[in-house]
Each structure stands twice: as C-alpha cells, then as structure tokens.
C-alpha cells in the first residue's frame, strides 16, 4: 500500500541521510521503524510525508507517487505543533474545513470522543497537557481519514504512564478505520506492543539492517511472559544484548 | 526570613484565582495617588499665594482653558486636524511597512536601503520635505509616514521570522500552499507581534505630528503649542500636551480592542501561565 522503491536521501552538505531502502507496508499494517538517533528514521518519514523530496528511487501509495504532500497520507509530528490561535475543536477541523458545517462539526466531535477529549473542545491548545495536546494532534490527523498514518516519535516526549496510556488509545483508534500505519521510535519496547513488523535502521549511511515480524496477537500485555521473551528476542536481533546485560 | 518565603510561595500557588477579584483595584488606585496628589498640592499652593503659577498654571486654570477651548469650537478644530494627519500618514505607514516586510522579493531589494535609512532620525527628513512637498499637508503626512513605517515594516518581518518552520510544515502537511498557508497560518502566527509593531508605529505618528505641526501649520495640536508659547500662555500648552496624551491613549486603546477578538487565545495563555 505504501511502498519505498530504492529510496535515498543525501542532503546539500553532502551527508547521506538513507541508502537504497526498500520497503513495501502493508494495507492496514502497523509498521514500527526503530533505530539510533542519526539512522535516517524520521527522514525516512519526511519523504513520505511529502515533506521533503528523496534524492533518488520511487515512494508510492497506492501505486501514486509521493512527490508532495498526499491526500491519502497524515502525519503526527513528536511535538503536537497545535495551533495556539485555535481551539481545540478548531485545531481538530483545520484540514476538513471545506466540509459543510454540520459535517464538520459531526466528524470533529467524533474524533475528540475518540481521543477521550470530547469536553475540552473549546480550550486553546495552551491549556492542555502534553499528552492532551498529542491527542489533539492525533485526532487533528485522523479527522482527514488518511489511508495511512505516519508518526515521527510521537510518544517519547511524554512520561512513561501517558506513553502507555497513548499506545493503548492509538491501537483502539486504529482498530476504527484501520489505517496503515508507520511509526518512528527509540522505544524498542513501543515497537513490540505496537507493531506487526518492526523495521531496524542503522546509521552511516541509514540502511534497513533487519526486519523483525511479530506475530502475538493485540493488545499485548506488556507484562506478560511472552512479552518478555519477545523483548529478549527483539534486543539479541538489535545487538543490544551485551550492552543491555553489562 | 523562611516564614516570609513560605507565605510567598503560597501564594504563587493560589495567585490565578485570587488575583483579579482583589488585587486588581489596588494598584490602580495607587497609581493615581502621585499626579492627583501632585495636582492637588498645586492647587493648594497657588491658591494660598504660596506659589506664583504664571509659568505652571493650577489644574483649574487649566480646566478652564479646555473648557474655553472647546466651547469656542477650537479644541475639535485642532484636535481634528492632528488626528487627520495622523491617521493618514499611519495608514500610509502601515501600508508601506507592512508590504515591504510581508513580501520576500521586497524584503531583499529594500532591506539593506531601510537598514541603512533607519539610522537617520526621521525628523531629519523635515527640511528636505518641505522643500520637495510644500509646507502643507503632503509634507506632513509624508513625515508621519516614514515615521511609521520604519517600525512597522522591521516588527513585520521579525514577526515573520520568527514563526516557527514547525507550524508552517503542519500546513504543508495537509496541503496548503501560498495565499491558503498566509491567510490560515502565516497571519495568525505573526498577528501579536504585528500588533506591538502597530502599536510602537501609532506612538511614533503622534511624536511625529508635533514635529511636522511645528514646522508651520495654520490648525491642529501642534499650532496650538506653538502659539501658545509665542503669546505665553501656558495653560493653552499643557492643555494641548493633556489632548495629546488623551487622544493618544484612546488611539492605541482602539487598536488593542480592534484586535483583541483575534488575540484572546492570548489571554488565556496569560491567565494560564500566571
């Protein structure tokens, strides 16, 4: 559904952001991409946000390709980047604007209960706490229906029980319309309860090192044996292990 | 020592929910104290032959020069055509200053000039405008006009250099582009600094109408000054120096309440912050 075809990315300093990746996500897939800070994840990401172009190879969905910002694709930044001009309710409807208003109103109502924001609709964006504002901006993107749905380390600004708390939400939301999602992160154990595959990048240039399919069943208990020896599993494929162990 | 500084951080804590119901109207009262107090002594010490006061007239000398001034009809003469002129050479000024910060191709070709522009007090340009503009009105609006646009147009691009690329990206996002990116992101992001560069821009009409009034000007708040002091009457001054300073508050009051419905998620941040 959304396909990486021998993408690279060098930037005019001359730095080689990503080599040759190859990568095809599946429709309704929750794909998680992890690796160190400088592997070319949340480039990776960019370009097929549309937000910056690849130096060569091909991003596509849906057989399209990505050479701007697409229609059938939302993305959720790190920081919320809410509208402080606009209120909640306001920052959720930003980019169906063109709907009619009862239509508007219905699916904005919609998406704030799904975030479980429904009563703070007309607070401004400073009002809110950090995991209230990440919920908006989730909601600001799913509120377009995107086919599918990038996230560029959306969590790890926030405290480990509001992390936890937005991976379950994330799931039951995906659960709705069930986008294809694709999600950045450092948090190896986030992969593990979110995705169906995760993606291993390394640094120097950004290459996929591994690819790791998980098939447990959603929602999994991040305390469960199984979750454990998945998480084992998970850091021995990395190399992590005798890091992790010293 | 610690017991004051406990009762201190108290109150930090319950500050936002206290503060405008009491503390508000202390203050201001406070604030008053000094010129009415001052006012009162003055009139006191003329009265009672303790002071002169042909120099510096009594607040009531003064009042009643007002009152004399508007009952002939001349303070609204005056008064009416500093605010014309001000208000032309700010919308001038607006105009200019704000096309030459908003658009790149102007910001390159007319930056380094006005930085360089900037150095010279506006008032410098006085003589020169006289000259080329006549002694009428043209050279004075043209004055206020400069005078305005400097700050305007610097407030306007340090205002749009200062919106975070982050926003702007969440716009390029969802598919916006040129006009539909100004109008929905640019604009709103920018407005709070725009509005203190209004602001500082309005200040500096006023300043600049007295310069221009007193280059030679048959009306307006200025000539009232002028006159005034060549027939050495300075009750008249300080009642045009209270015109101006009422009518310049009033503008800039206008201003903030013109804007203030496209700012209130400011205000909030503010309470939420306190």
Same mark, same amino acid.
């Given at each position: ?28 897939? $929750? ?41 059938? $694709? ?13 209120? %909640? ?53 799913? +509120? ?53 595959? +995760? %993606? +291993? ?35 021995? %494929? ?9 | ?31 008053? @104290? ?43 003469l005056h008064a009416r055509a500093t605010l014309a002129r001000v208000a032309a050479g700010f919308a001038l000024g607006v ?14 070709? @007319? ?7 900037? #150095?010279?007090?506006s008032i410098?340009w006085a003589?020169?405008f006289i000259?080329?503009l006549?002694i009428f009105e043209t050279s004075k609006v043209a004055l206020i006009a400069v005078g305005v646009a400097?700050p ?6 340090? #205002? ?19 006009? #539909? ?19 500082s821009g309005l200040g500096l009409g006023w300043m600049f109408v007295v310069a221009a009034e007193f280059m030679g000007a048959s009306e307006g708040l200025g000539y009232l000054l002028v006159?005034? !002091? !060549?027939?050495?009457?300075?009750? !008249?001054?300080?009642?045009a120096i209270?015109v101006f300073a009422v009518l310049g508050k009033t503008t800039d009051?206008?201003?903030? #309440? ?7 998620? !400011? ?8």
């Amino acid at each position: 559904m959304l396909t990486f075809e021998h993408v690279s990315k060098t930037y005019a300093t001359g730095a080689q952001a990503l080599d040759d990746i190859c990568l095809g996500v599946e429709e309704a897939e $929750i794909v998680a991409v992890i690796g160190a800070s400088g592997c070319g994840k949340s480039t990776l990401l960019r370009l097929a946000a549309g937000l910056d172009r690849a130096s060569g190879g091909r991003i596509r969905v849906d057989g399209d390709e990505v050479a701007a910002p697409h229609p059938a $694709i939302g993305i959720v930044f790190q920081e919320p980047r809410l509208f402080a001009w606009l209120t %909640v309710a306001q920052n959720v409807a930003f980019s169906i604007a063109h709907l009619p208003r009862r239509d508007r109103e219905a699916r904005v109502a919609v998406a704030l209960e799904g975030v479980g924001l429904a009563d703070h609709a007309d607070r401004w964006p400073r009002a809110l706490s950090g995991g209230q504002a990440q919920r908006i901006a989730l909601a600001r993107a799913l +509120v377009a229906r995107p086919r599918a749905l990038l996230l560029d380390e959306p969590f790890s600004a926030l405290d480990a029980f509001t992390r936890a708390d937005l991976q379950d939400q994330l799931l039951a939301l995906w659960a709705d319309a069930r986008p294809t999602l694709l999600l950045v992160t450092h948090d190896i154990e986030e992969a593990l309860v979110l995705a169906d595959r +995760v %993606v +291993v990048m390394r640094p120097h240039p950004g290459r996929i090192a591994a690819i790791l399919k998980i098939e447990a069943a959603r929602p999994r208990d991040r305390l469960a044996q199984e979750f454990e020896e998945l998480k084992r599993e998970a850091l021995r %494929v990395l190399g992590l292990g005798r890091s992790a162990a010293a | 020592m610690s017991e004051a500084r406990l009762l201190a951080a108290g109150e930090t804590i319950e500050a936002p929910v206290r503060r405008p119901a009491r503390g508000s109207l202390r203050p201001l009262l406070l604030g008053f @104290l000094l010129p009415v107090g001052a006012a009162i002594l003055w009139e006191i010490a003329v009265r009672t032959g303790l002071a002169q006061g042909r120099l510096a007239p009594p607040p009531s000398k003064i009042a009643a020069t007002l009152s004399e001034l508007a009952a002939n009809g001349d303070l609204w003469l005056h008064a009416r055509a500093t605010l014309a002129r001000v208000a032309a050479g700010f919308a001038l000024g607006v105009l200019a200053g704000a096309l030459a910060g908003a658009s790149r191709v102007a910001r390159a070709l @007319l930056d380094p000039t006005l930085q360089g522009l900037r #150095a010279i007090p506006s008032i410098a340009w006085a003589p020169l405008f006289i000259l080329w503009l006549g002694i009428f009105e043209t050279s004075k609006v043209a004055l206020i006009a400069v005078g305005v646009a400097l700050p305007i147009y610097l407030g306007t691009l340090g #205002a749009i250099l200062a919106v975070d690329r982050k926003i702007i990206e969440v716009g390029r996002s969802f598919r916006l582009s040129g006009f #539909a990116l100004a109008r929905r992101i640019l604009l709103p992001a920018v407005l709070p600094h725009y509005v203190i560069a209004l602001r500082s821009g309005l200040g500096l009409g006023w300043m600049f109408v007295v310069a221009a009034e007193f280059m030679g000007a048959s009306e307006g708040l200025g000539y009232l000054l002028v006159d005034a !002091q !060549q027939l050495g009457k300075p009750a !008249q001054m300080i009642a045009a120096i209270l015109v101006f300073a009422v009518l310049g508050k009033t503008t800039d009051a206008l201003l903030v #309440a013109a804007v203030a419905p496209f700012l209130r998620w !400011q205000d909030t941040m503010a309470n939420t912050e306190a």
